[in-house]
Structure formats: structure tokens, C-alpha cells
């Protein structure tokens, strides 16, 4: 049985700040193949990485707890979520797409306060806006270096259905997030029940896709985009479960500003997709790599902003 226990030199807080940096370097890996795979039919990729990720969770149905509907929703607004992600990768410019991609963080922080009350538990707020901003300055830096660079934006032409699209990416990220959330943290569903239920749900959804883009599979063969594909399900299902251990870590009121960091730090994949694009690709960006250094500072401050009293 799949299980992590935090280290005993590590508080629940830290415990949740490694989780959820690992969650970033699994999504990263997730990020990465994904756009590898996107040279095939966006539907059979999406069901091939739901798939793997869903067979993979199958030892979370023996330690189901009731049906979780949260986690279901959250399921559907993760399998819509990919198969966007993917429809983005091959019909839209990047550099109108990916900056949207982590704001999804701020949705969850959105919807958190306002169906479940809270605080931030800091001493400084102004320790705690200064990290806000600098986290998200440095993802946005991060999309402009995937997508291109500066270049890439002053030669972007502002289309409104790519910004839409955007939009709705970051809203059903933080949706994903809040209803996984709840599912652990308030109906008391195990990290690895949760894991199954959501890519129940996102693989139903890969289900229903391809069957209404069925001809797609007439001239479908096994390539290197079906390894890619099944690469992508793999990391996809350990960055869900490092979230969702995480969220378990962190579950109170007053854990707010833990809470943010998580998933601050689970929609970062755009760091390890920019360092593995310039390993494995060739892809060098310096405003990439000016944004990486701004997250990660900005997530120091952030921990540091936290009342310790």
C-alpha cells in the first residue's frame, strides 16, 4: 500500500512544503511529455494519460470511503483541464496561454476564503504580499520564456478566444484544487481514495471525448508519442497524490498561508518544464530563468511571513 510519512525532523508545515515541492517536479515532468505528445491526436493522448494515471490509482478503490462527489468534480475539472492544455499546445499561441496556467492558485485561495472562512497566519503582510507578487511575477516569466521569450510576446497577436481559454484554464485549475482539497480535508477521504476518485473522474471524461472523436482512431499507431503519452499519466498520478498528502498535512482554518504554498508550489510545473526544455531541448531562455529564481523567492518569503507565535 502506497503511503508516505513525513519525516520526523520535519513539522507538518515543512512536510507539506516538500510534498508540495515534489508535486511541482512530478506536474513538471507531466508539463513536459505532454508537450511531447502533442503531436498526436489530442483526445488519444489525453485518454492514453488518464489511462495509465487511473490504473495506477486502482489500490485507492480498496480503501475507498463513500463516493466522494468532490472528488468526482474535481476529476471532471481536471480531465477538461488537460484535454484544454493540449488543444492550447496545437492551436494557440503559447505566450497567451501559459501565463494563465498557474493562477489557478488564485481561484483556490478565492473560493477558500469565501466558502470556508480562514486566515493568513502571518506576522508581515507585507512579507506575505511582496512573496504573492514575486511568485506570480516569476511564473508569468516563466510562460513568456516556455512560449518564446520577449520576442515571441511583442510578435503575439492578442486573439480573445486564446485569452478566454486562458482564463478558463486558471479557473479550472483552482477548481481542481479547492474541490481535492475538500475532498481530504473535510470529508476525510484518504490521499490515495482521493487520488483514485479524481482520475476517475478525468479519465471518464478522456472516455467521452474520444468516443465523439472516434475517427481519430482510424488511423491511429503506437509511436513515440504513445511513450510520451503514458510517461505523462505516470508522473501525472504521483504529482496528484504529493498534492493531496500534502493537503491532508494542512487541513485547518487558520493554515491558510500553508495551504497557498502548496499549491503555490503544485502549479509551478512551469519551473522543471523550463529546465527540462533547456536540458532535453535546447530551449534557452534568460526571462525564463529570471522567473524561476522570482518564484522560488517568492515562496521563501511567503514561508517566512508565517506566524510562528
Known sequence: ????????????????????????????????????????????????????????????????????VTGLLAGVSGGILNWLILFALTHHNLILIYPFVSF???????????????????????????????????????????????????????????????????????FWNFFAFLTVTKKKVSPLSTTFWILSGSFLVSVVLLIIHANDLKNYAASKETLYSALSGFFLFFGSYSTFHAFRLVPGDTQRLEQTITVLLSNSEMLPILFLSILFLGERSMEGIVGAVLVLSGVVILHLSKDTA
Open 1 to 68: 500500500m502506497l503511503r508516505v510519512q513525513p519525516a520526523r525532523f520535519l513539522s507538518h508545515r515543512h512536510s507539506a512544503m516538500v510534498l508540495g515541492a515534489l508535486a511541482s517536479i512530478f506536474f513538471g515532468f507531466w508539463g513536459f511529455f505532454n508537450k511531447l505528445a502533442s503531436g498526436q491526436s489530442i483526445y488519444i493522448t489525453n485518454f492514453i494519460i488518464y489511462g495509465i494515471a487511473f490504473l495506477i490509482a486502482l489500490p485507492g478503490l480498496i480503501r475507498q470511503q463513500g463516493k466522494p
Open 104 to 174: 489557478g492558485t488564485l481561484v483556490f485561495i478565492g473560493l477558500s476564503f469565501y466558502f470556508l472562512g480562514g486566515n493568513f497566519s502571518t506576522h508581515s503582510t507585507g512579507m506575505l504580499t511582496s512573496g504573492i507578487l514575486l511568485a506570480f511575477l516569476g511564473l508569468v516569466l516563466c510562460g513568456i520564456g516556455i512560449s518564446g521569450g520577449l520576442v515571441a510576446v511583442e510578435s503575439a497577436k492578442v486573439d480573445i478566444a486564446t485569452i478566454g481559454l486562458g482564463i478558463l484554464i486558471s479557473l479550472l485549475t483552482g
